[in-house]
């Protein structure tokens, strides 16, 4: 299965930006891009995903390298809430992946 | 809303017990997952299933059994418990077609074995 890697911790202010990276050079072409986050205590949640473009929703924005060995994850206005630990996947196609996590990035916010 | 649940939050057993730990999903997803999360490991795969009696082994499936004899019941069996299965559990589960779909979590299941 390709590989992420992902700082192990990152730290940010409220109401800044945070750019979160994620390196996936044996990404293979068909593999998904997905993000998650776990706030303490609870389980993983989708935050985005995407295959080739960049990505926006309501949560954060997504922007792949055009090799699309590395992207990153961006938080526009970070909030205390936002504090997490990041995930970056790579979901293969076929009914039956078997979709492994890595450890993420811790993201601490400040006031 | 969408949900997946699990049986029990908090667990206290003893070694050599027999645990199950219970997932049920309420979003008629074919492929179901438990994983386990410890301090500086992430989230590690047990085992998966992608259908009804079907199932394939994750990254750490030794000591680790599973069940699902219905669509919507994904059930991890501990045949003798022992101190280091203390662990966070975690379901999931996740459309057939899933590399583009969202997977969803439960809220975890704290296992102490003592």
């Known amino acids: 299965d390709a590989k992420t890697t992902q700082p192990n911790s990152m730290e940010s202010n409220e109401e800044e930006p945070v750019h979160l990276p994620c390196n996936h050079s044996t990404i293979s072409g068909t593999d998904y891009i997905h993000w998650y986050r776990q706030l303490p205590s609870q389980g993983p949640e989708y935050v985005i995903h995407g295959l080739t473009s960049n990505v926006n929703n309501r949560m954060a924005s997504l922007a792949i390298a055009e090799d699309r060995k590395s992207s990153t994850l961006i938080l526009h206005r970070a909030t205390l809430r936002d504090a997490a630990v990041y995930y970056c996947?790579?979901?293969?196609?076929?009914?039956?992946?078997?979709?492994?996590f890595g450890t993420g990035t811790r993201l601490q916010v400040t006031l | 809303d969408v949900k997946v649940t699990q049986s029990s939050r908090y667990l206290v057993k003893r070694t050599g017990e027999k645990v199950f730990l219970e997932c049920v999903q309420d979003?008629?997803?074919?492929?179901m997952f438990w994983y386990r999360q410890d301090p500086g490991l992430g989230l590690r795969l047990i085992y998966f299933s992608y259908d009804v009696k079907m199932k394939e082994k994750g990254d750490i499936p030794e000591g680790y059994s599973v069940s699902r004899e219905k669509k919507e019941r994904f059930s991890l069996i501990l045949e003798s418990a022992s101190t280091n299965q203390t662990s966070m559990y975690l379901c999931?589960?996740?459309?057939?077609?899933?590399?583009?779909?969202?997977?969803?979590f439960g809220e975890g299941s704290w296992l102490t074995v003592v």
């Open positions: 999931a589960s996740s459309p057939r077609v899933s590399w583009r779909n969202t997977i969803y």
């Open positions: 979003m008629d997803h074919e492929n």
């Open positions: 996947i790579l979901r293969p196609t076929g009914t039956a992946s078997k979709l492994t």
